[in-house]
């Protein structure tokens, strides 16, 4: 696997996009996304998707970062995998994003942390469209897969500045633009701005990307008391 995910050809995706399609080959996943943390657990967290297969990963992915929380929040807070054969069984673990989850075709969701000692920098998040367990190999393979992913990300962030994210094929982007823009209308910080986005998105049922693209344009304009 390491062979694949650092072979030196141009022609070949970026490493994180062949670390999620081998998630969903080894691991026999219906899809997989990498999604990148910083000060998770905190009131200045930031979440950001690097890579996905599919659009369900990008939802699943979405629905974390609206409802604060679900299998890559948890992996990465624990510091080790998150594995649940079968989400409707466990779903009240995470209360808010089971719901959704299920919505959207998922009965199980795998998550292994991108970590290394205390430096956590994400997750790789993959799911199922039917029950059932990881094996002891696929599990094994979903660790070292997560470690590549690390690598990777380590890879790209070397010699940049850090305001350079370029790299990161981020959906949320118009998520940071429109909590920068309620900051400046509301007059809060950004981290306030962002928890009205996500309650805006959770009581009316949207996805979070989808509220921000409303705000982006102006077609929506959260109150003072939103």
């Known amino acids: 696997m390491r062979a694949l ?47 996905a297969t599919d659009a369900v990963a990008v939802g699943l992915e979405d629905l974390q970062l609206t409802v604060g929380e679900g299998p890559g929040l948890s992996a990465v807070t624990a510091g080790a995998p998150v594995l649940v054969p079968d989400l ?22 795998f998550a292994f942390p991108l970590q290394l000692g205390v430096i956590g920098l994400g997750s790789l998040d993959c799911h199922r469209a039917a029950t059932g367990s990881l094996s002891p ?3 094994v ?17 070397a010699g940049r500045p850090p305001e350079d994210l370029g790299w990161i ?32 998105a959770y009581a009316h049922d949207l996805p979070l ?6 705000i982006v344009d102006r077609q929506l304009l959260l109150g003072a008391q939103e």
């Not at 979903?142 to 992913?149: D, K, S």
């Not at 981020?170 to 940071?176: K, L, P, S």
């Open 169 to 200: 094929s981020d959906i949320h982007a118009e998520v940071h633009q429109a909590s920068g823009m309620v900051s400046n209308q509301l007059g809060i910080s950004m981290r306030e701005a962002l928890l009205r986005i996500r309650a805006h």
């Open 137 to 139: 190999p696929q599990a």
């Open 88 to 109: 409707a069984v466990a779903g009240a673990r995470w209360p808010a994003f089971t719901p959704g989850a299920l919505a959207l075709g998922v009965a199980a969701v």
């Open 209 to 214: 990307a989808t509220v921000a693209r409303q």
């Open 5 to 51: 995910v650092t072979a030196n050809d141009d022609g070949l995706p970026p490493a994180l996009t062949r670390i999620c399609g081998l998630a969903v080959s080894e691991l026999v996943v219906t899809g997989a996304g990498v999604t990148l943390m910083h000060r998770p657990g905190t009131p200045d967290a930031q979440q950001r998707l690097a890579r």
């Open 141 to 157: 393979d979903g660790l070292v897969l997560a470690e590549l992913a690390f690598e990777s990300v380590l890879d790209e962030i």
